[in-house]
């Protein structure tokens, strides 16, 4: 059974760099699309980062753009999201995901989620 898990949230500042990592075990990792998006309290669940799993490609959401960065680590099964230059408005718990899907950027395409990290940026 594929089941996500998310670690290394925390309180940071304005500015500051976090990494978060998800787990995959007891799935064959290169054969699933693999999302990050975030919630935030009162919002839809957005889109953050993805790679797809039949060719590689790389998403990202408009906010995040030019300041976090996803990758992957198939001997691990371990995907990762480099969050640089945080902001207040990227507080947010974070969740991994995986599904057989190329459209990356769609929640209701992913079969399995971790219980998601939480983030929170200060001023």
């Known amino acids: 059974q594929v089941q996500p898990v998310e670690s290394g949230g925390g309180l940071v500042k304005a500015g500051d760099s976090l990494r978060l990592s998800c787990a995959v075990p007891g799935g064959t990792f290169s054969s699933y699309t693999m999302g990050w998006f975030r919630q935030a309290p009162g919002k839809e669940r957005e889109f953050v980062a993805g790679?797809?799993?039949?060719?590689?490609?790389?998403y990202y959401g408009d906010p995040v753009k030019g300041r976090f960065t996803i990758s992957r680590d198939s001997a691990k099964n371990t995907l990762y999201l480099q969050m640089n230059s945080l902001k207040p408005e990227d507080t947010a718990v974070y969740y991994c995901a995986a599904g057989r899907t190329p459209r990356v950027e769609v929640p209701s395409e992913y079969e399995h989620w971790g219980q998601g990290t939480q983030v929170t940026v200060s001023s």
């Open positions: 790679i797809t799993w039949f060719d590689g490609m790389i």
